[in-house]
Nanobody
Framework: VQLQASGGGLVQAGESLRLSCQASGRTFSRYVMGWFRQAPGKEREFVAAVSWSGGTVSLADSVKGRFTISRDNAHNTRYLQMRSLKPDDTAVYYC??????????????????WGQGTQVTVSS
């Protein structure tokens, strides 16, 4: 199973980006997908997660009101729409997936599959 994250880049504060994460390989029956990020010198932190159905979403307090997470099950793709970006959002963003949990979890240890990361840089 492979997760391919894309969509990162360099933007100015206040602008938007949309990250994508596509799953390939063995077909997941159902899975929760999450987004995490890691800034230089900091620990990896939870950003957002969504259930297979899309009916349950979990967002970190730091991104509520600015980020949304959505899914396209037909293409095994999840999206992280990021708006009103701030310099503090600068990090490598990782997508992760797990098919053993039903409710989106903020615990990175619950996810078995990880993408390679995509860099997001927000300039002030």
């Amino acid at each position: 199973v492979q997760l391919q994250a894309s969509g990162g880049g360099l933007v100015q504060a206040g602008e938007s980006l949309r990250l994508s994460c596509q799953a390939s390989g063995r077909t997941f029956s159902r899975y929760v997908m999450g987004w995490f990020r890691q800034a230089p010198g900091k620990e990896r932190e939870f950003v957002a997660a969504v259930s297979w159905s899309g009916g349950t979403v979990s967002l970190a307090d730091s991104v509520k009101g600015r980020f949304t997470i959505s899914r396209d099950n037909a293409h095994n793709t999840r999206y992280l729409q990021m708006r009103s970006l701030k310099p503090d959002d600068t990090a490598v963003y990782y997508c992760a997936a797990d098919e053993t949990v039903v409710v989106p979890t903020q615990n990175a240890n619950d996810y078995d599959y990880w993408g390679q990361g995509t860099q997001v840089t927000v300039s002030s």
